[in-house]
């Protein structure tokens, strides 16, 4: 793992990039200039369309970009036909909404969806169409990706992402927390991930004494943070989002326990927004933090960004930083494949692929994704960043 101050040194370049033709002829060639069909599943309403909302904008913003600077598969000009139906933050419109994308529009590759529980029907519509790609950021892909088939996650499995990295990043940085509780959503993903998570920091010296499951769909959190022991010496909040750990955080603050915070898949929006009062609170950085960009082309994507879509200072999510290039990464595996129909080809050129754009992006040769990642740390009225992963 590598140190350094906020914000976090990535390299990119902040267009998608120049496109040239290659390899075997494509499907569309022989009728002219080929039509791309993509098709997103975000959360643009509902509990989480903080975060949707940014991944849908993503998605669209590359299109554009990557529809005006234009590009070429096999000496043809393609372009992108797009279509995005909003999820609601609710998985059970996950199967209607993958099987209108594909059956009706014709997506031949879907990113989304933007929630965990929402994946199994979406991946199962995407089987039985067959020749169809499926790219999402969720931890529910984790059942998908790098099994052979074509299935992308965009950003690297919790094994890789929480085990492997930042929960030892945590535990050293946060040398003298060695007792914590863990909030965890009482669902199947939080239940699923609560034991690694246990048996990660354990590993990493730090224990796991008390943990505490709550409705996903909570906004009163007194009760649960009420039965927490004041002697724990910080609270791991282990699965959702920015509104929920602010909640949680705030009604830590009154029950009087120790101001400090690990949190996972969070931002580090409700830190900032709370750091006066903190003793440390950390996040995990995936691609890059908006409030923090690294370098010139990461700030001038955030300016963009959210004068595109009129979004205030301080609001834009991370959820664009894991979107925006897989777009410019998959039309660059088009080109390898010289197809832009031909999936499984499309899939090899994928695995054992990097990209750098506004961050750098890469798979193994199995199709797991091994893009770089950070620690966000705030703590004393300063922020730093432990990097970690990446290849």
Avoid at 112 to 127: F, K, N, Q
Avoid at 348 to 369: E, I, K, P, T
Wanted: net charge negative; glycine share 10%.
């Amino acid at each position: 793992m590598s140190r350094s101050p906020l914000p976090l040194a990535v390299a990119g370049v902040f267009l998608l990039g120049s496109l040239t033709a290659c390899g075997a002829a494509d499907d569309d060639a022989a009728g002219g200039d080929c039509v791309v069909k993509v098709g997103s599943m975000f959360s643009q309403t509902g509990a989480a369309a903080a975060f949707g909302a940014d991944g849908e904008r993503a998605i669209e913003l590359a299109i554009k970009d990557a529809n005006a600077e234009g590009f070429q598969v096999d000496g043809q000009d393609c372009t992108i036909d797009y279509k995005a139906v909003d999820l609601a933050s609710d998985p059970n419109k996950s199967a209607s909404l993958a099987q209108d994308l594909i059956a009706g529009f014709g997506a031949q590759f879907v990113f989304g969806p933007d929630m965990a529980a929402a994946v199994p029907p979406a991946a199962t519509a995407v089987e039985r169409a067959g020749n169809v790609m499926m790219l999402s950021v969720s931890t529910g892909m984790d059942a998908y990706a790098g099994k052979d088939g074509p299935f992308f996650r965009l950003s690297p499995n919790d094994q890789t992402m929480v085990n492997e990295g930042y929960i030892p990043a945590a535990a050293e940085q946060l040398g003298d927390v060695k007792d914590i509780a863990m909030l965890m959503t009482d669902d199947d993903t939080g239940k699923a991930l609560a034991d690694g998570y246990a048996a990660s920091f354990a590993d990493n010296g730090v224990t796991v004494s008390q943990t505490e499951f709550y409705d996903p769909a909570s906004t009163n959190f007194a009760p649960i943070v009420q039965r927490i022991r004041d002697d724990v010496q910080g609270i791991f909040i282990g699965y959702n989002n920015d509104s929920t750990a602010a909640a949680i955080m705030d009604a830590a603050a009154e029950a009087g326990l120790p101001q400090v915070y690990i949190t996972r898949g969070i931002s580090a929006q409700p830190g900032v927004a709370r750091e006066d009062s903190l003793d440390a609170y950390t996040w995990l950085v995936l691609g890059a933090d908006p409030l923090y960009p690294a370098d010139d082309e990461q700030k001038d994507f955030v300016a963009k960004f959210t004068d595109a879509y009129d979004i205030p200072d301080g609001q834009m999510t991370y959820f664009p930083f894991v979107h925006y290039d897989y777009v410019g990464m998959l039309i660059q595996a088009m080109e390898e494949a010289g197809t832009t129909t031909d999936i499984e080809a499309i899939s090899d050129a994928l695995r054992g692929s990097s990209y750098d754009g506004v961050v750098q992006l890469s798979f193994d040769d199995s199709g797991m994704n091994t893009s770089p990642m950070g620690l966000g740390l705030l703590r004393g009225g300063r922020g730093e960043v432990v990097s970690f992963g990446g290849r």
